[in-house]
């Protein structure tokens, strides 16, 4: 099963080619890291996988939706039912206690507080930091905070989780923490696709590597770890 198909996708700002032509398929059960320098298009290939920005041409199809097909409102409950997000810098609403940060995101897609609450504690548990609940992410730390995101993440059991630098603002110890944990999670079947810079992330934690280069797919090549 295809969770992301991706065909022939271009992306221009002005004259700047950010996505000159990628094509890229990753099947259900698979962790795809890419990698390549800075403005190589990596976080625009992201944002056109989350259904954030629009390609110039090309098609975009995340687990059998056609994101071109989508009009904003489409494209905003695409993004809250498919798609779980976790970032560099967390993107955390600090005036919310981690619980409320976790349950929000279902809440948002027209579940109960209730039951919202029941699934946030749930998962909050399974990370190992159910006893945070009740912490603002100000009195977090660093690897606390990113669990707390991938817990929000994970609250509407999306295909697919994307993850844009996920260790870069941890230090190794929380970070190895973290990698550790994506790891877990790809095995009981959870779709990845990390954006990083660390090659140690890709090789712990990704069986494929998609190398980019101005704009494009340069390379691809399994690694380590097999889905
Ligand atoms: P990476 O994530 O690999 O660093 P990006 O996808 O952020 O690369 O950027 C690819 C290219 O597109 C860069 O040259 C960047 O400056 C440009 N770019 C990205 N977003 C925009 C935008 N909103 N407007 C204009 N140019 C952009
Ligand atoms: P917006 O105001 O951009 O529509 P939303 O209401 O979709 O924001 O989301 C509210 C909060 O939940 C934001 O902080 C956002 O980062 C977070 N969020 C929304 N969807 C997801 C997701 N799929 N994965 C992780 N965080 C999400």
Redesign the pocket.
Known sequence: QVVVHLDGVHKEYGDLKALDGVSLEIRAGEAVAVMGPSGCGKSTLLNMVAGLDRPSAGTVRVNGHDLGGLNETGL?LF??RQ????FQFF?L?DDLPALDNVA??AQ?TGTSAKQARHRALELLDELGIADRRNTYPAALSGGERQRV?VA??LM?R?ALLLADEPTGALDSRSGEQVMDLLIDLNQIGQTLLIVTHDPKLADRCASRLVEFADGRVARERALGRQA
């Open positions: 905003a993004r809250r798609i779980g997000m976790i993107n609403l929000l995101a948002l995101a929000r993440a509407n999306p």
